[in-house]
């Protein structure tokens, strides 16, 4: 769902897929690896081979981005003690 949500740039399927994953305890490193970025991998194939624009991969971006940062804000407020560098969570 998560990498459906990247490849039809849809922030609202982006925003429950997220809610989704942490009401199922879903490992946010798998949702990340198998979602998001498997989805814009295959919206950077579809760019090779001709068949969408540059906007197109920025759509997805945006949407991709919307999911990495709810689940900063959901990280962080599960757990006081993981601080953010970029996209890189430290526990303290």
Partial sequence: MAKHAVITFD???VKHVVNKAFELRIDPVDLIEKGFVEGMKEMGDRFEDGKISIL??????KT???GINMLKLKLSA?????????NIAVSA
């Fill in 56 to 61: 197109q991969i920025f759509a997805a971006s």
């Fill in 11 to 13: 922030d609202t399927e």
């Fill in 64 to 66: 991709m981005r919307i």
């Fill in 78 to 86: 599960d757990n006081h003690d993981l601080c953010f560098f970029g």
